[in-house]
């Protein structure tokens, strides 16, 4: 029986490119609606992104950008609400389509279910955004097809701590070797492997120049069989799109398809 179990997704910058044209607008939607006359450029968010999590971005904003602000009592609270607002624009920016998926996921997702892989994501995005972009994007009952949705504040310490991974193969019963997690961040990579888990990284503009040390496979994208991706670490053997066979590879199962080195 091959060793692999369950292929586990990371969401931004993973399943879609989330960030740039979603989170960053709904953030700035948020900020001008309350009237902070703050805006986060597509620049200032590259560096806010080693942040992981949108409330507790908005407030190492606050502390390294913003002396003059003048924190309410409760600012956790204050931070909590103006995060919500923020949710809700997101998800209509996604609602209406505006976020699609990144080459190859939905080939990838649809080839594991057709093969009894078992799905979950890990993300240290919030839930609702989760499900949005799921049922927006691949169908109305996908979120269901995920056995685990572990999202946002369901662990203490988000990315890259590694409590995000493990709380997916306790609820799983399954163990690291087992799994393949997808990511596209160094973040998301040292959360991963640090539970144990070998670990493909799709690349996006803002994770480019990320430390990808460690990773199992370095790719563009995931590819199609006609759009074949750039390996740009690791070995894909002949492949030239990722499919549930060079997974297994990577896990060191036998695969079909000669030229595949065992990781
Ligand atoms: C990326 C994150 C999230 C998003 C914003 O999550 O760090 O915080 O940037 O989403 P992933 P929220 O682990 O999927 O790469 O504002 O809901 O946190
Ligand atoms: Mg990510």
Same mark, same amino acid.
């Given at each position: 029986?091959s060793k692999l179990?369950?292929?586990?997704?990371?969401?931004?910058?993973?399943?879609?490119?989330?960030?740039?044209?979603?989170?960053?607008?709904?953030?700035?939607?948020?900020?001008?609606?309350?009237?902070?006359?703050?805006?986060?450029?597509?620049?200032?968010?590259?560096?806010?992104?080693?942040?992981?999590?949108?409330?507790?971005?908005?407030?190492?904003?606050?502390?390294?950008?913003?002396?003059?602000?003048?924190?309410?009592?409760?600012?956790?609270?204050?931070?909590?609400?103006?995060?919500?607002?923020?949710?809700?624009?997101?998800?209509?920016?996604?609602?209406?389509?505006?976020?699609?998926?990144?080459?190859?996921?939905?080939?990838?997702?649809?080839?594991?279910?057709?093969?009894?892989i078992?799905?979950? *994501?890990? $993300?240290?995005? &919030? !839930?609702?955004?989760? =499900?949005?972009?799921?049922?927006?994007?691949? @169908?109305?009952?996908?979120?269901?097809?995920?056995?685990?949705?572990?999202?946002?504040?369901?662990?203490?310490?988000?990315?890259?701590?590694?409590?995000?991974?493990?709380?997916?193969?306790?609820?799983?019963?399954?163990?690291?070797?087992?799994?393949l997690?997808?990511?596209?961040?160094?973040?998301?990579?040292?959360?991963?492997?640090?539970?144990? *888990?070998? $670990?493909?990284? &799709? !690349?996006?503009?803002? =994770?480019?120049?990320?430390?990808?040390?460690? @990773?199992?496979?370095?790719?563009?994208?995931?590819?199609?069989?006609?759009?074949?991706?750039?390996?740009?670490?690791?070995?894909?053997?002949?492949?030239?799109?990722?499919n549930v066979a060079l997974a297994k590879s990577l896990l060191g199962d036998y695969s079909p398809?000669?030229?595949y080195?065992?990781?």
């Open positions: 029986m179990q369950a292929l586990i997704f990371d969401v931004d910058g993973t399943l879609a490119d989330t960030e740039r044209d979603g989170h960053r607008i709904a953030f700035n939607q948020t900020f001008a609606e309350v009237g902070l006359g703050w805006s986060w450029s597509i620049e200032l968010y590259r560096e806010l992104l080693a942040i992981a999590g949108g409330k507790e971005r908005i407030k190492a904003y606050i502390h390294q950008y913003c002396p003059e602000f003048e924190p309410p009592a409760d600012l956790q609270g204050w931070i909590a609400n103006l995060h919500q607002a923020k949710t809700n624009h997101y998800r209509q920016l996604v609602l209406k389509g505006e976020i699609s998926l990144r080459t190859g996921v939905r080939r990838l997702i649809e080839e594991a279910r057709q093969q009894q078992r799905l979950a *994501i890990a $993300t240290t995005s &919030t !839930l609702d955004n989760v =499900t949005a972009l799921l049922e927006t994007n691949l @169908a109305p009952d996908s979120p269901s097809w995920f056995e685990v949705i572990a999202a946002g504040d369901v662990i203490p310490n988000k990315k890259p701590a590694p409590d995000i991974y493990k709380y997916v193969l306790q609820t799983m019963h399954l163990q690291p070797e087992e799994c997690a997808i990511e596209d961040s160094h973040q998301g990579l040292k959360s991963a492997t640090q539970a144990g *888990i070998k $670990t493909v990284i &799709t !690349l996006n503009a803002y =994770t480019q120049t990320d430390d990808f040390s460690g @990773a199992a496979l370095v790719l563009d994208h995931l590819g199609e069989p006609g759009l074949p991706f750039r390996v740009l670490g690791g070995s894909a053997g002949t492949a030239t799109y990722f398809f000669q030229g080195e065992a990781q």
